[in-house]
């Protein structure tokens, strides 16, 4: 309230309307944050922050065209950061253009795989697998290393890509790895299952072992009148002789 009343009394005040429209989109406001910002924009059409400000309004108020155009507009103007590389990446993707949504997510990583993090080169080798663009994908999912998680799935994928390219020893090839990880896969999770099931064995075991004596605490019933004589010095009952 009180900044709106400062803009009330400071129209023309630059400084003051870039803070109330940031203050709108941090505390959710987005439509109030939007007519700000493209008011802002007005005086300033081509400052490419504004542009990625008004862009992030319409992702939030989910119209992803707008905020499409807006983020091309400001990449045209300056080199766009990594963040804004990513978000108009994923925009795309939200669209169905898995071809420009892989453009712009290799963008923001440089387009160097051997950069990216493992979850992301295989989404952006899809990503180019399903627009079609073969050569793309296989550069993206060959970066990954075996001990990367996605990397059968991605072995999988290259094999029908393969395929498809006509590059049979490679498909093949591929398979062939997808089988060994898949196999190293079973004989983890069978070493897994033997040692738990040897754990268990020894604790069962334990459980059911006899007491040592030492760990036995005996307590010897106490003895009265003539039951105490019958009692011989290993702690049996001696037999009465005959004729008692």
């Known amino acids: 309230v009180a900044l709106q009343s400062v803009l009330v009394e400071k129209p023309s005040d630059g400084e003051v309307r870039r803070w109330l429209a940031r203050l709108e989109l941090e505390t959710g406001r987005y439509e109030e944050a939007l007519r700000l910002f493209e008011a802002i924009r007005k005086e300033n059409p081509l400052v490419p922050e504004y542009l990625e400000y008004l862009a992030n309004c319409h992702v939030k108020l989910h119209e992803y065209p707008k905020a499409a155009d807006y983020l091309e507009l400001a990449a045209r103007v300056s080199r766009p950061s990594a963040d804004a590389s990513r978000t108009l990446g994923d925009i795309y993707s939200v669209l169905n ?14 387009n160097n795989p051997q950069q990216t993090p493992a979850e992301e080169r295989l989404n952006i080798g899809l990503l180019f697998i399903d627009a079609g663009r073969h050569e793309e994908a296989a550069r993206w999912l060959e ?9 059968a799935e991605a072995q999988s994928s290259l094999a029908y890509l393969y395929h498809d390219l006509d590059r049979l020893d490679e498909a093949l090839a591929a398979f062939e790895k997808v089988a060994h990880v ?9 070493k897994d299952d033997d040692e738990h099931i040897s754990d268990r064995r020894r ?6 072992a006899p007491q040592d004596d030492a760990d036995v605490v005996h307590e010897t019933p106490r003895l009265s009148g003539d039951s105490a004589e019958h009692v011989n010095r290993r702690g049996h009952h001696a037999h009465p002789p005959p004729g008692r």
């Open 203 to 208: 604790e069962i075991t334990r459980e059911l």
């Open 143 to 151: 970066a990954l290393a075996e001990n990367d998680k996605p990397y």
């Open 182 to 190: 898949e196999r190293e896969g079973a004989r983890e999770h069978e």
């Open 97 to 110: 253009l898995p071809g420009r949504a892989a453009e712009w997510l290799a963008r923001a990583n440089g």
